[in-house]
């Protein structure tokens, strides 16, 4: 009988109460919650108690709505860097504090939102002090005529470009790149270039990969992860490639200096061109690569084959 009656008043005190608000002025970044302490009462004899369980879904509702991400500085097209811009969190800690403060208080639970920033990896202060000594660079050339693997080709150097490499850290290609999907912007690549089967979705990409492996390379950084093609491909000397594929195949390095490494990538008309960069005090031990041809590769028409795995 008493549960009974405990249950009938959780039901009771849950009835009609006003929907929370949470309010975020862009100007001035200020973040205002505006509740109902009805929502988050359990009255037993009188003594109003905070129900934990939806003050968690609170947090966790609130931590969503106001989470931005923070921005690293880039070098844009035209060789100035971008300023940072921090990212923003709630202070959870702060948060429940506040509320525990204005539930057991009087008049209206309406306070600040405590954030906290997040600040982002790469700051222009950074990105000055490393992009100033090449250590390593590879060029390779395409048809842009075939505009679906341009696009792609474009879409997997823009993913890349200012992509800082900490020291002792490993770069995945797939990972920094991501899922080559229609939504994304990739397009089926219906070619075969001298055997290189297209991923379908996305073809083209394995360019990119072996264009940064040469680069990486020469530079002296180490080869974690990297497969060629079954089969010889023509922008890239025999051997020199590293076949990707989402869900399959990697390419992966890491940083073995004590400086950061600064990626930077451009897909020109007919052109792939990817330069490591780091600060004057790196000591770096470069390799011999050879060049790519700048023959432009053959292609042919895939045909039915288009949207077959990679070999």
């Known amino acids: 009988m008493m549960v ?25 970044g200020q973040i205002m919650a505006d509740l109902e302490r009805g929502a988050y009462s359990i009255n037993y004899l009188d003594v109003p108690l905070i129900d934990n369980e939806r003050l968690h879904q609170l947090t966790d509702e609130v931590t969503k709505k106001i989470f931005r991400k923070p921005k690293n500085a880039i070098i844009n097209d035209a060789g100035a860097i971008v300023k940072e811009v921090a990212g923003v969190q709630l202070n959870q800690k702060a948060f429940v504090e506040s ?40 060029v390779t050339y395409f048809n842009s005529n075939n505009h679906h693997r341009y696009n792609n080709i474009k879409l997997a150097t823009q993913a890349i470009n200012n992509y800082v490499v900490q020291p002792n850290e490993t770069f995945s290609f797939n990972r920094v790149v991501g899922e080559r999907t229609r939504g994304r912007g990739y397009m089926s690549a219906k070619v075969i270039v001298r055997g290189e089967f297209s991923e379908g979705i996305g073809g083209g990409i394995c360019q990119i990969s072996s264009t940064l492996y040469n680069a990486a390379d020469r530079a002296g950084l180490t080869i974690v992860e990297r497969f060629s093609h079954s089969r010889s491909v023509p922008y890239v000397p025999s051997g020199r490639d590293a076949t990707v594929n989402w869900g399959g195949p990697d390419f992966s390095f890491k940083n073995n200096y004590n400086q950061p490494i600064l990626i930077r990538a451009h897909a020109m008309p007919g052109r792939v061109y990817v330069s490591l960069l780091s600060s004057d005090s790196i000591n770096h031990k470069p390799r011999h690569v050879p060049s790519a041809s700048e023959s432009l590769p053959e292609e042919i028409n895939a045909g039915t084959d288009v949207g077959q795995p990679v070999p």
């Open 4 to 28: 009974g009656w405990i249950v009938g008043l959780l039901l009771l005190s849950q009835q009609n109460v006003a929907p929370d608000r949470i309010t975020i002025d862009e100007k001035s």
């Open 99 to 138: 509320f525990y403060k204005h539930f057991y208080g009087e008049g209206p639970m309406t306070f600040e939102v405590p954030q906290k920033p997040i600040y982002p990896k790469v700051d222009s202060e950074l990105l000055a002090s490393i992009r100033v000594n090449p250590i390593g660079y590879y």
